[in-house]
């Protein structure tokens, strides 16, 4: 153990002397202290607090991920390229101590950075909440939107997957007869997946269109029958168009299916309740369209079955059609957790990002010279981000696997499931940024970090660490001559 906390401690203080360190520290403090005071929000209490939470802590966080990947790389990399590591195989420290060491002395170096830059920007945020000026309507705004964790319910969407295949059905027969307006015969792989995309686009936007006059309900499972502390509710309508230009005030009335008994017998033994669509005004609402708007809705609208139906009527003066995102909900909000906690949770998630980060150094840093285990190192987050993106462009399609083969050839099958088992151990660091949750008042869940843990840092980050280290204990540093 002496030899381990001696590399450890070691690595922490040649890190420290390091002039790019010195670098990345002092840009770390002006973004903790400096940027807060320059990023202009909205105006409001809430997008003051939401700005300087969101950013303070996203730039940090990157900022040491930046450092983390440099220094972890450095440490191993140097070692080799100046002979310190001869003299240090020469006495009886196993090479596995010595890369768990300076890892260790990494990790440790940048959890000590983030504890005390996450301490700061915690301290600011609350700071700059109790100095505003703003009203106790707006401060209490902030209070239950952005200082608190709430869980997020979406609704229930139906299976678009049967209508896509009707309609790819028709469409084939329409080509296959060469009716008029079909798509010619000869079509490209590409031109019939975005024929495919387009398809589903059209059913999902279909979907989220109330006409005029009409009613669009929501369906929300899995809630807390128990809840007692008001929930919100919160949701984003387009009118004529699902584009951010042209968006003006709209008219609508939301409503919710709340509990009744017909007798007071009925109350008193307990007997399943009545629901009815009661609505939140009698007179209809004005919406900002193009913008998320919160409201709050009493706890009461939830089932003993832990379901709640939410409902909305479309009063449009222009009598034009609105339209609510899929990807929007609109959500139900339920608090669960202080910002404190949730907070918490956010730095933990950092950290283990720091985690891995460093081993991905240190596993380049001990095969490879400084430059290039650099290089391999964001090649590799690189590649994890371009990855997810074409998994996300696939997933957009809609298209199952049997409409999706019908499509392509054997050998861009094959390519294709090659590249999902490339993917399966690709580390995609990007789908683990916690500061827009934080700053959205959103729930980060332990179930979350319970995926990061196991699937990215156990079953990916780990077996790759272990086939580095062996190959650093294998590795024959006689040869490593420095020219």
Not at 67 to 77: A, D, E, M, N, Q
């Amino acid at each position: 153990m002496t030899p381990f906390l001696a590399i450890a401690k070691l690595t922490c203080r040649a890190t420290m002397r390091s002039y790019v360190f010195h670098f990345l520290f002092l840009l770390l403090l002006a973004v903790i202290f400096i940027l807060p005071n320059t990023i202009i929000s909205d105006g409001t209490a809430k997008g003051l607090i939401y700005v300087s939470l969101k950013y303070c802590l996203g730039v940090s966080g990157f900022i040491l991920s930046l450092s983390t990947i440099w220094v972890s790389c450095f440490t191993l990399s140097n070692d080799l390229e100046t002979y310190q590591m001869h003299m240090i195989c020469v006495k009886p420290v196993s090479r596995v101590v010595i890369w768990l060491g300076k890892l260790t002395g990494v990790v440790f170096l940048h959890g000590v950075l983030l504890l005390l830059s996450s301490i700061i920007i915690y301290i600011f945020t609350i700071w700059q909440f109790e100095r505003s000026t703003f009203s106790d309507e707006e401060k209490e705004k902030i209070k239950n939107e952005v200082l608190v964790g709430r869980r997020v319910y979406m609704p229930e969407m139906p299976d678009f997957s049967k209508e896509v295949e009707e309609q790819i059905t028709k469409l084939n027969l329409a080509i296959k007869e060469g009716k008029p307006g079909a798509p010619d015969k000869q079509l490209s792989l590409a031109e019939k997946r975005k024929l495919i995309k387009e398809i589903r686009n059209q059913i999902i936007a279909k979907y989220g269109e109330i006409p005029f006059g009409n009613f669009r309900e929501w369906k929300y499972k899995a809630l807390d029958p128990l809840q007692k502390s008001p929930l919100s509710f919160r949701y984003r309508i387009y009118v004529g168009k699902v584009s951010s230009k042209d968006q003006r005030q709209t008219l609508g009335i939301f409503g919710a299916y709340v509990p009744f008994y017909e007798n007071e017998e009925d109350a008193k033994k307990g007997k399943e309740p009545k629901y009815e669509l009661i609505p939140k005004t009698s007179e209809p609402e004005s919406f900002m369209c193009g913008v998320f708007l919160e409201d709050k809705i009493s706890p009461v609208i939830i089932r003993k079955d832990g379901t709640a139906r939410i409902a909305f009527q479309n009063l449009d003066p222009e009598k034009a059609s609105l339209f609510f995102q899929p990807n929007d909900g609109p959500k139900l909000l339920e608090p669960k957790v202080s910002f404190f906690q949730n907070y918490l949770r956010a730095a933990f998630v950092i950290f283990l990002r720091i985690i891995l980060l460093a081993g991905l150094g240190a596993s380049a840093g001990g095969l490879f010279s400084m430059p290039v285990a650099v290089f391999i190192v964001i090649s590799y987050l690189i590649f994890g981000i371009s990855a997810s993106f074409v998994i996300d462009i696939e997933r957009d399609f809609g298209y199952d696997e049997e409409a999706l083969r019908a499509s392509e050839s054997l050998w861009e099958t094959a390519a294709r499931q090659t590249s999902h088992g490339i993917l399966a151990v690709i580390i995609p660091m990007q789908k683990f940024e916690v500061s827009d949750t934080v700053a959205d008042g959103e729930l980060i869940e332990f179930s979350f970090i319970a995926k990061f843990f196991t699937e990215i840092f156990l079953i990916r980050g780990l077996p790759l660490f272990v086939v580095a280290v062996y190959l650093y204990k294998r590795r024959e540093i006689g040869l490593i001559v420095k020219k």
